[in-house]
């Protein structure tokens, strides 16, 4: 059975949303858990009447993704969930999202499978995957280099994010959880799937299925909307801060070989330091 973990706080329209697109598959075949870190705004109460199916763990307000995320986990593997996916309360999920992401699983049992993101606002393509260069510590965004004909089935990757993201409960037993202790928010899911990668599981972006993001709602961009130099400073120390410091270089021990660490530290510091305000 799979299970779909949400970790939620606050923000009801888009859960509302989110949890209508899951109710609207083609396929019924599995569990919402949703994980409400103390929403203030009657999240609970609005689940309680609209989404009676939907199982809720309440959490502190200090879970943050990371633990809030693995709270769902240790439900769903303890009710004997064989797959499981993250997914954050901001998308939105086309028809046939949850059809096509087992239909790949079950022909890759041990593989974790992200989907292609698309601007739910423009239809654009926001994310495709990519591959990462650990000494230059440069991306490389799969899509521009993928003829239109080969733009289905999976492409392997170096990591994947949490929104959509399968994994075989196999891949959990074996690996443990996400790291909430050195990256409690940000990071995380990049982690787990790199570390899944090293230790032989595939990880595949999949072309068969989209995702609806809204990326210019994402907290990173609302900290960088609003330049300030205390938003500088939770840019690089908060625990919602996208160059929060003290997880990069936590992901880059975990992450980088060994002889590129140098080098990768160095271009990560500079890249947090100064891309705050030049982009």
């Not at 993001?213 to 909307?225: I, K, L």
Request: aromatic share 12%.
């Amino acid at each position: 059975m799979l299970y779909v973990v949400i970790p939620v706080f606050n923000r009801w329209s888009f859960t509302q949303a989110c949890l209508q697109s899951l109710r609207q598959q083609t396929v019924q075949d599995f569990q919402v858990v949703v994980v409400d870190d103390g929403s203030t705004d009657g999240t609970g109460e609005h689940l309680a009447r609209e989404f009676p199916g939907v199982q809720v763990l309440p959490g502190s307000g200090q879970l943050f993704w990371t633990a809030a995320v693995n709270l769902g986990i240790r439900h769903a593997l303890a009710q004997g969930a064989d797959r499981i996916m993250t997914l954050n309360n901001d998308v939105v999920a086309p028809p046939d999202f949850i059809e096509n992401a087992l239909r790949w699983a079950r022909r890759y049992p041990s593989a974790l499978l992200g989907p292609v993101e698309l601007d739910a606002a423009t239809g654009q393509t926001v994310f495709g995957g990519e591959t990462f260069n650990f000494l230059t510590h440069q991306r490389h965004s799969l899509l521009p280099a993928l003829p239109p004909e080969d733009r289905c089935g999976l492409h392997p990757v170096t990591y994947l994010p949490g929104r959509g993201l399968l994994i075989p409960a196999a891949v959990l037993l074996s690996q443990g959880l996400f790291d909430e202790r050195r990256l409690p928010h940000y990071l995380a899911d990049y982690d787990f799937t790199s570390q899944a990668r090293r230790a032989g599981f595939p990880v595949f972006v999949n072309y068969d299925t989209h995702l609806l993001t809204y990326p210019d709602d994402s907290g990173q961009v609302e900290t960088r909307r609003h330049r300030s130099l205390r938003g500088y400073y939770q840019h690089l120390f908060g625990i919602r801060g996208g160059g929060n410091l003290v997880n990069f270089t936590h992901f880059a021990l975990k992450n980088a070989p060994l002889f590129f660490l140098p080098f990768f530290l160095l271009n990560g510091y500079t890249r947090r330091l100064l891309g705050y305000f030049v982009h």
